[in-house]
């Protein structure tokens, strides 16, 4: 349980509300520009404190997307991004962040009562994701330091989602990440995308919860007798999704999933 100095219980104050995107995949084109306006204006009527977008901003991660990126996905509440395999870090760090350089990109944003730890998991050139060293010693750090209930945020899913397709593609270093997350107790979830579909399980014994996608939504295979490839996985007529995190000052998480219509 979180205390305020002197104290105050922070169960006592207001709930955060979390809204939570991903993989809006700006590619110059009319569908993904309408569906990323479509989610946006829906998230701006919203009493949400804060949004989070975990990956694949652009789809080719070229400075013309980036200015996409940085014209559709604000609100009148912080708008919390990090890369996914189709950014550029590059070309995201020059056109969201204002520096240079291809090194990860990884960030701690307090957020009133709540920390984010966005972490990088790209490999340039790899659709799979890996933290790596590197970064997993930047999250202890965070995490040792930490006087609230941690989000981390990252793109590539650390757990089996059981879609074989999307599974060959996840976090190559979940077991290290698992140490890192164990070790704290001031991690309350962990975030994710990549998958474009929203999931909900465990992950070193905290919730992982992923996203779903706005582009796009992932088929199940156990939804269809069809042979899944990624010809034919993504629903391309479905409605885009989004997931709202309720986060307690205790650090206790609920999520609604929900779409949003045309």
């Known amino acids: 349980m979180w205390l305020f100095p002197g104290g105050v219980d922070r169960v006592t104050m207001r709930a955060m509300i979390i809204a939570h995107v991903s993989d809006t995949h700006l590619d110059g084109g009319p569908r993904a520009l309408r569906r990323t306006r479509l989610v946006f204006e829906h998230l701006r009527r919203c009493a949400v404190d804060v949004v989070l977008v975990t990956g694949d901003l652009a789809d080719h991660g070229t400075a013309d997307e980036y200015a996409a990126v940085r014209a559709e996905l604000v609100a009148d509440v912080p708008v919390l991004m990090l890369p996914g395999n189709h950014d550029d870090r590059a070309a995201y760090r020059t056109a969201l962040l204002g520096g240079s350089g291809d090194a990860p990109i990884n960030q701690a944003v307090r957020v009133g009562g709540a920390l984010f730890a966005l972490c990088d998991s790209t490999v340039p050139g ?137």
């Not at 970064?135 to 330091?145: I, N, P, Q, S």
């Not at 391309?236 to 309720?246: E, K, R």
């Open 126 to 262: 790899q659709a799979y994701g890996v933290l790596g060293a590197a970064t997993l010693d930047w999250l202890r750090t965070v995490l040792a330091g930490a006087d609230c209930p941690v989000l981390i945020g990252l793109h590539h899913h650390p757990i089996p989602l059981h879609n074989p397709l999307v599974d060959g593609i996840g976090l190559r270093d979940a077991d290290d990440f698992a140490a890192v997350v164990r070790d704290s107790p001031a991690v309350a979830a962990i975030l994710c995308g990549h998958a474009h579909a929203g999931a909900a399980g465990t992950f070193a014994g905290r919730p992982l919860l992923a996203a779903p996608g706005v582009v796009s939504t992932t088929r199940l295979p156990w939804t269809t007798g069809e042979t899944l490839t990624w010809a034919n996985t993504a629903d391309l007529d479905g409605p885009p999704g989004v997931a709202f995190h309720v986060l307690t000052p205790g650090g206790d998480i609920t999520t609604h999933f929900r779409t949003v219509q045309e």
